[in-house]
């Protein structure tokens, strides 16, 4: 057992980093230089995890990251997350079985049989409504802001929803592996302070250093930090988590002025926040201010200056902002990258299995997965330990960095990298993460196979995709093998993937003959709330629901977690700032 064990460790030395592997001996990949800004490395992932979280870094005091992000790090909400940017569609609606998948042929094993159903709709996720940022309040989450109504198409009537993403959200569970982030890959692997694209190489603000008794500019240039790059895309995008206009100093002000977390419940045994964690209310013990929390994860000079600054980072008597305020998206990415990093999962029965644990997967896994590398030809793009030629080699240099085009929609729809080539996606967890593809087009894991099966969608293909054949049990085996890549921390959300409470908008009130309900200002129609409980290191008695469960709506009476019906805690006014 042990020699065999031996030898095939030794086997995937040699076949390089494109054999399929266990997870857990792949280093994370550290940004470069990056003592530099930090001083401490827990304190830097604590402040992480609370960013993460915290419903008050949304404009409309109720928006966090986790918002899109809360189910095995990707989104689980059925409702007001269908979009079409290209045709009229209708707003809120509910998601169902009989939706997907959205591009529907006769015989889903012939890509040339009669086409059932073309739909360009897309599933994203909710975001803010659309407003213009005016100003903030100190000491209140929610950000003030007038609606702007000359966009139809998250309308109805004279009713606002909640917009849409145009692409379904990912999970961001193991994308510190990626040279790239996004389904484009725009976030860069160089991270700049400011940009998500890493692009600000000669010109831009640069970050604010104490020197010398005064304030320098200074460069930024990190390397391998593209979840760094891509933290600071939602915070100010104005459909994700922000009014059109907002800037980093004022969410820096506005964050420095509030109570992390002050609206949601933390679990004392939370595997980052529990030592923080008020044991009796919401939010963390007074003293885990959110400058405290910047003090002990940055280096000072990045921090220590009290002179006051314009909205330009110049110094002015009269300015309303601070060296902290001004480096803020600085170190907004760099602790988020650094919480993220540790969401990796790496203990997944095909991990056992390739550390030697040759009863990890069962005999039909185990087919599916010499189906998954050889027949269906999945490795050419989902390899490696991360399932993703997008990822880096160990050295640090890039695999094949690999965007492809697969033809899951015509190119026209959306270009991606260009020519409508994406992500090779990693595919851990893959069991809890629909719907599928940038679209989000297909409801299940068979679907997918489906999909590859008859060699895509829509031409034109590259990257050496082929129609295969396979017997449904040989689908079957290929289905129960990418569910074999799911980690049991991560479907019952033990540490590190346990998470403070949140509440989530989950659609908007319709009256019985469908008209949206108007909510507290008047142009936005009345929102649906829903809870997810704190959770600590331990995790859920029951497994995460999955998408497809969710549409059947089974697992409601308590077999799974975040079926979408808990109520909320919080009170709405709370929560809404008023
Ligand atoms: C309104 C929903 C929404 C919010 C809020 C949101 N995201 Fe996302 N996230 C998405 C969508 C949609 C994508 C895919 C977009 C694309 O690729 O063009 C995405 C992509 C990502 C990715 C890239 C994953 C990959 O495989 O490439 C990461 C990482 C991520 N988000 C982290 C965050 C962080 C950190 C925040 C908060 C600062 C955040 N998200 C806020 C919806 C959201
Ligand atoms: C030519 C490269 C290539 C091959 C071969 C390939 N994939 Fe993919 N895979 C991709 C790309 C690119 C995406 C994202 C496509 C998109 O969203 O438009 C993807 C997405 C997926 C997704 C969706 C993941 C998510 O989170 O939405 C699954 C599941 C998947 N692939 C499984 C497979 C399986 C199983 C095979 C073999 C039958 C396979 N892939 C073969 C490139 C490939």
Same mark, same amino acid.
């Given at each position: 057992?042990?020699?065999?064990?031996?030898?095939?460790?030794?086997?995937?030395?040699?076949?390089?980093?494109?054999?399929?592997?266990?997870? &857990?001996?792949?280093?994370?990949?550290?940004?470069?230089?990056?003592?530099?800004?930090?001083?401490?490395?827990?304190?830097?992932?604590?402040?992480?995890? /609370?960013?993460?979280?915290?419903?008050?870094?949304?404009?409309?005091?109720?928006?966090?990251?986790?918002?899109?992000?809360?189910?095995?790090?990707?989104?689980?909400?059925?409702?007001? #997350?269908?979009?079409?940017?290209?045709?009229?569609?209708?707003?809120?609606?509910?998601?169902?079985?009989?939706?997907?998948?959205?591009?529907?042929? #006769?015989?889903?094993?012939? &890509?040339?049989?009669?086409?059932? %159903?073309?739909?360009?709709?897309?599933?994203?996720?909710?975001?803010?409504?659309?407003?213009?940022?005016?100003?903030? /309040?100190?000491?209140?989450?929610?950000?003030?802001?007038?609606?702007?109504?000359?966009?139809?198409?998250?309308?109805?009537?004279?009713?606002?929803?909640?917009?849409?993403?145009?692409?379904?959200? +990912?999970?961001?569970?193991?994308?510190?592996?990626?040279?790239?982030?996004?389904?484009?890959?725009?976030?860069?692997?160089? $991270?700049?302070? $400011?940009?998500?694209?890493?692009?600000?190489?000669?010109?831009? +603000?640069?970050?604010?250093?104490?020197?010398?008794?005064?304030?320098?500019?200074?460069? /930024?240039?990190?390397?391998?930090?593209?979840?760094?790059?891509?933290?600071?895309?939602?915070?100010?995008?104005?459909? *994700?988590?922000?009014?059109?206009?907002?800037?980093?100093?004022?969410?820096?002000?506005?964050?420095?002025?509030?109570?992390?977390?002050?609206?949601?419940?933390?679990?004392?045994?939370?595997?980052?926040?529990? +030592?923080?964690?008020?044991?009796?209310?919401?939010?963390?013990?007074?003293?885990?201010?959110?400058?405290?929390?910047?003090?002990?994860?940055?280096? +000072?000079?990045?921090?220590?200056?009290?002179? %006051?600054?314009? @909205?330009?980072?110049?110094?002015?008597?009269?300015?309303?902002?601070?060296?902290?305020?001004?480096?803020?998206?600085?170190?907004?990415?760099?602790?988020?990258?650094?919480?993220?990093?540790?969401?990796?999962?790496? @203990?997944?029965?095909?991990?056992?299995?390739?550390?030697?644990?040759?009863?990890?997967?069962?005999?039909?896994?185990?087919?599916?997965?010499?189906? $998954?590398?050889?027949?269906?030809?999945?490795?050419?793009?989902?390899?490696?330990?991360?399932?993703?030629?997008?990822?880096?080699?160990?050295?640090?240099?890039?695999?094949?960095?690999? $965007?492809?085009?697969?033809?899951?929609?015509?190119?026209?729809?959306?270009?991606?990298?260009?020519?409508?080539?994406?992500?090779?996606?990693?595919?851990?967890?893959? *069991?809890?993460?629909?719907?599928?593809?940038?679209?989000?087009?297909?409801?299940?894991?068979?679907? /997918?196979?489906?999909?590859?099966?008859?060699?895509?969608?829509?031409?034109?293909?590259?990257?050496?995709?082929?129609?295969?054949?396979?017997?449904?049990?040989?689908?079957?085996?290929?289905?129960?093998?990418?569910?074999?890549?799911?980690?049991?921390?991560? %479907?019952?959300?033990?540490?590190?993937?346990?998470?403070?409470?949140?509440?989530?908008?989950?659609?908007?009130?319709?009256?019985? #003959?469908?008209?949206?309900?108007?909510?507290?200002?008047?142009?936005?129609?009345?929102? %649906?709330?829903?809870?997810?409980?704190?959770?600590?290191?331990?995790?859920?008695?029951?497994?995460?629901?999955?998408?497809?469960?969710?549409?059947?709506?089974?697992?409601?009476?308590?077999?799974?977690?975040?079926?979408?019906?808990?109520?909320?805690?919080? #009170?709405?006014?709370?929560?809404?700032?008023?």
């Amino acid at each position: 057992m042990k020699i065999i064990a031996a030898g095939l460790l030794l086997m995937n030395v040699a076949f390089g980093q494109t054999q399929l592997r266990s997870l &857990r001996a792949v280093p994370v990949p550290e940004p470069s230089g990056l003592s530099e800004y930090v001083r401490d490395k827990a304190s830097l992932i604590r402040l992480g995890k /609370v960013f993460f979280w915290d419903m008050q870094a949304g404009s409309d005091g109720v928006t966090a990251c986790a918002t899109c992000h809360f189910h095995a790090g990707a989104d689980h909400r059925p409702q007001n #997350s269908l979009v079409d940017p290209n045709s009229p569609f209708r707003v809120n609606a509910e998601l169902s079985t009989v939706l997907f998948p959205l591009y529907l042929l #006769s015989d889903p094993r012939n &890509r040339n049989s009669a086409m059932v %159903r073309d739909s360009g709709v897309r599933v994203g996720s909710a975001g803010t409504f659309r407003r213009i940022f005016e100003g903030i /309040v100190p000491g209140q989450a929610a950000e003030l802001g007038r609606d702007a109504l000359d966009k139809p198409e998250f309308m109805r009537g004279d009713m606002q929803v909640r917009r849409v993403t145009p692409r379904n959200t +990912p999970s961001v569970f193991n994308t510190v592996y990626y040279v790239r982030n996004f389904w484009d890959g725009r976030a860069g692997r160089t $991270f700049d302070g $400011f940009t998500v694209t890493g692009a600000n190489e000669a010109e831009g +603000p640069g970050v604010l250093v104490a020197r010398n008794g005064g304030l320098e500019r200074q460069r /930024v240039r990190i390397d391998k930090a593209s979840l760094a790059a891509q933290a600071v895309g939602p915070a100010l995008d104005h459909l *994700e988590m922000s009014y059109a206009g907002r800037t980093w100093p004022m969410l820096a002000k506005k964050l420095l002025s509030l109570p992390p977390l002050a609206l949601q419940k933390v679990a004392i045994d939370d595997s980052v926040l529990g +030592p923080l964690a008020r044991k009796e209310g919401r939010g963390l013990e007074e003293q885990h201010t959110y400058f405290a929390m910047i003090q002990s994860a940055f280096e +000072p000079k990045f921090w220590e200056s009290s002179e %006051r600054l314009n @909205a330009a980072g110049e110094l002015d008597p009269m300015g309303e902002f601070t060296q902290v305020g001004h480096n803020f998206s600085l170190f907004w990415g760099l602790a988020l990258q650094a919480y993220q990093s540790t969401l990796n999962s790496d @203990a997944s029965p095909f991990d056992r299995f390739m550390e030697g644990d040759s009863h990890a997967l069962t005999p039909q896994e185990q087919e599916g997965m010499r189906l $998954f590398q050889n027949a269906a030809g999945c490795t050419r793009c989902h390899n490696g330990a991360e399932f993703s030629a997008a990822a880096f080699n160990e050295n640090g240099s890039t695999r094949a960095d690999s $965007f492809e085009r697969t033809g899951v929609r015509p190119v026209g729809d959306d270009i991606g990298s260009g020519n409508g080539a994406f992500k090779s996606i990693g595919l851990r967890n893959v *069991e809890f993460t629909g719907p599928y593809f940038h679209n989000g087009g297909q409801s299940t894991l068979e679907q /997918v196979v489906d999909f590859y099966r008859r060699g895509g969608d829509f031409a034109p293909i590259t990257g050496d995709l082929r129609a295969f054949a396979a017997t449904p049990g040989q689908t079957a085996a290929i289905v129960a093998f990418l569910k074999a890549l799911s980690d049991d921390r991560v %479907r019952y959300e033990r540490a590190p993937f346990d998470h403070p409470e949140l509440c989530v908008p989950v659609g908007h009130e319709e009256d019985e #003959s469908g008209e949206l309900k108007p909510g507290d200002v008047a142009t936005s129609a009345a929102e %649906r709330w829903r809870g997810l409980a704190a959770v600590g290191a331990g995790g859920n008695a029951a497994p995460l629901q999955t998408f497809d469960e969710m549409l059947r709506k089974f697992g409601e009476n308590g077999e799974r977690a975040h079926t979408m019906n808990e109520a909320c805690t919080a #009170s709405l006014a709370s929560l809404l700032g008023r």
